[in-house]
């Protein structure tokens, strides 16, 4: 979930913790271990977020070895924190872009690799600190699909864990294992086979929280017969009390929910855009734990905060793929469907080879209904939730607690029959919101604001969403229906009556120039970044 320190270590005694007892396990081979990876006393940037092709040989030696740094940094907790409470960016998506690009790696970067990918209870040394030492007597036990090991805290006063915790720990699992996968309907995690002592996802507990490290998923390696799935193992801190103000159960839930998503995730497709790996696993701790609350603290740099930043964007020096599960939040609240299972069966390459994350997208909103009847589309969407963004209270369960979208461009407009006008674009997957507000009292006239603005060609899938705040407290809301060329539309206006006006726009365009090594869906360059608007607006007594 955030960044975390390196795992390593040794064979493991199976004992008794929950339902089942794991079969006894021999010492794993050992890994090779000559390329040391040494620790940094200054925060240092990674190198950026890659996009690996979909076909493994296609992958260049240096989009490898770029991948092995950029791994080695996030897990040894050396990157720039990226919240104000001291995270950094998680290195789950940098394990799996190293685990695909590992073939290409050769002598100390592939054993440096394989160190950085090793379980905790893999390896001969423990260069991160964080695996369990030579010798140490590994307890197992499993329940429901998921199956904990852990050092006892008498054997080991850091790394280890009470029995009572993991117990806990395994209980919290199973019920978020079987909540994705028996309540939401995802797809179980691939199985791992022997890995751990038997098939079940394996989650390993340590000491993560004294380098504020929540817990992290790390795929190991394709599931047989696939090029696109893998299987996987988490990590969790063995008791989260370094983690304030929340209580440490809290924590475990939601970092048990994230985590184990991406383990699902990875079973999907492990090739899929990283945005979308963090906005619905950050999500997803939203609909199970939405008590804890703990993902607000990313609501600022996603488009809550921060709306032309594209939503497919995934920022490596921000969180703002995490803070981007409102948006999956959004789409629940307003249509009650599985969106997000849905859009992940959409992207997985068994049911829609080629298709990336915002095409996935685009075809489950396509083809939805509103409360209306209404067909739906992406670019209608994306303008809605901007504009539900204005009011967070009024579209939101929790929206009281949300700080409002900021708007791009205020007016106060007065009886002049000269419009206010406005010229901007609208960069792919972001949206622009103008609010308008009356500026002169018409106790016995009745005014309408109109709006005239150019409608971007269909190809770049625009959307524009109107919300009007009244003085009463009511809050109204629709979509502007858009036509080729001009669009005109009129709305509520009455001084007196209206205190706000929201106007948002979208650019959904999911046409991207693919395999770039960029941060954006596909690692493509966007093709319709720069759609233009002109926005012409009037108060008008009628």
Partial sequence: MRYL?????????????????????????????????????????????????????????????????RAEILIAGEAPATTTEGTAESPTLALRDLMIAKPKLRGADREAADRLLARPTDGANDPGEDGYPAGSTVKSGCTGGICVHYVDKAQNERIGATAEWASQTAQ??????????????????????????????????????????????????????SNYRATSYCVLDNDYAEFKPTAP??????TAIHEIFHAIQFGYDVFEDSWLYEATATWMEEVWASDVNDNRRYLSDGQLGRPLVALDEFEDDTANSYGNWIFFEYLEERFGANIARSVWERASATSSPGQHSLYALRTVLNGLRDASGARTEFGRELAGFAAAN??????????????????????????????????????QQTTYTVRFQPSFSAPSQRYRLRLRFSTPAAATNPGAFVVVQYTNGT??????????????????????????????????????????????ACGGEPLDDDVRYTLDAVAQRY
Avoid at 23 to 32: F, N, T, Y
Avoid at 186 to 213: E, F, H, M
Avoid at 249 to 254: E, G
Avoid at 390 to 412: M, W
């Fill in 475 to 520: 809050v109204k809301r629709g979509a502007i229906s858009l036509k080729s060329g001009t669009t005109t539309q009129y709305l509520a206006f009455q001084p007196g009556q209206v205190r706000n006006v929201y106007v948002s726009f979208a650019n959904a365009s999911s046409r991207l120039d693919c395999n770039l090594d960029t941060a954006r």
């Fill in 5 to 69: 320190a390196r795992p390593v270590g040794v064979a493991a005694v199976a004992v008794m913790l929950g339902a089942t007892l794991l079969p006894g396990g021999a010492a794993r081979a050992e890994v090779p271990s000559s390329a040391a990876v040494v620790a940094l006393d200054e925060p240092t940037d990674p190198p950026a977020p890659l996009a690996l092709p979909a076909d493994p040989d296609d992958i260049t030696t240096a989009q490898a070895e770029q991948a092995l740094e």
């Fill in 172 to 225: 919290v699992a199973k019920n978020a294992y079987d909540y994705l996968v028996n309540s939401r309907g995802y797809r179980a995690a691939p199985s791992d086979g022997t890995r751990g002592g038997n098939a079940k996802l394996d989650i390993y507990l340590t000491d993560l929280g004294s380098q504020k490290v929540f817990g992290y998923c790390a795929p190991e390696q394709f599931v047989p017969g």
């Fill in 390 to 427: 204005q009011l967070p209270a009024a579209f939101y369960d929790e929206g009281s607690a949300y700080t409002a979208a900021p708007v791009n461009a205020g007016y106060a407009v007065s009886k002049s029959t000269t419009p206010v006008s406005r010229r901007f674009s609208v960069p």
């Fill in 249 to 254: 159960l809290n924590y475990l839930r939601v």
